[in-house]
């Protein structure tokens, strides 16, 4: 099975999975947010979120057709859970027109770029380029260089990465799934940054 198989939600075997007893709302303690992965094909977007949902890494990892859907729920250390239900969309041309319908009503995007591939760094600046003109004034943006393990390859400077999230407002890391390097800690961030609801 490739880093980009798609499972039901392992908490309620629904995918999805919407909470009946609250309607699905989130409250302060509990959030649920859409949360989309965009970049080019290849720079290992279903790999980093099988990583993170399953611990798994597959080098034999499929193309990702369309897009596919997982979740997974972490505790912050304010006990506050944050539930991302994860839209891992297609890196290929062919599925480009189709994005706009994933990240819409997300709250929170992850690009990624390939950090020994300078092509898919320039498709990471379109993408949130994008997310600006069409995606949620408030949604909380991740700038991910994936591939660290292969420093020895690289072609897009780190610093490269710090200046473009710095000048959009994004938060950056560098990851590897391969190796589980920040995978974990991407999302932490992530939750962190989210705004939270006022308690009624």
């Known amino acids: 099975m490739g880093c980009s198989s798609s499972v039901p939600d392992r908490n309620t075997g629904r995918v999805g999975g919407l909470n009946p007893e609250n309607g699905g709302l989130n409250d302060a303690r ?4 859409k949360l989309v992965l965009l970049g080019d094909s290849g720079v290992g977007k279903s ?6 949902v399953r611990g798994q890494f597959d080098p034999t990892s499929k193309v990702t057709v369309g897009a596919s859907f997982l979740s997974q729920t ?10 991302f239900e994860i839209w891992d969309t297609a890196g290929q041309e062919r ?6 319908l994933y990240y819409r009503g997300a709250a929170v995007a992850v690009v990624v770029y390939d950090i020994t591939s300078p092509e898919t760094f320039n498709k ?4 949130v380029k994008e997310l600006q003109k069409h995606g949620s004034p408030d949604i909380v943006m991740a700038l991910v260089g994936n591939k660290a393990d292969l420093h020895e ?7 490269d990465g710090v200046d473009f999230a710095e000048k959009n407002g994004m938060f950056f890391i560098e990851t590897s799934a391969k190796t589980a390097d920040n995978i974990n800690q ?6 962190k940054r989210l705004p939270r609801p006022s308690p009624s």
């Open 153 to 159: 390859k690289r072609e897009v400077p780190f610093q």
């Open 74 to 83: 972490i505790a912050l250390q304010d006990s506050t859970t944050v539930k």
């Open 47 to 52: 790999c980093i979120v099988l990583r993170f």
């Open 30 to 33: 509990n959030l649920r947010v």
């Open 95 to 100: 599925y480009a027109a189709l994005a706009p």
């Open 186 to 191: 991407l999302f932490e961030e992530l939750a």
């Open 124 to 127: 990471a600046q379109f993408w």
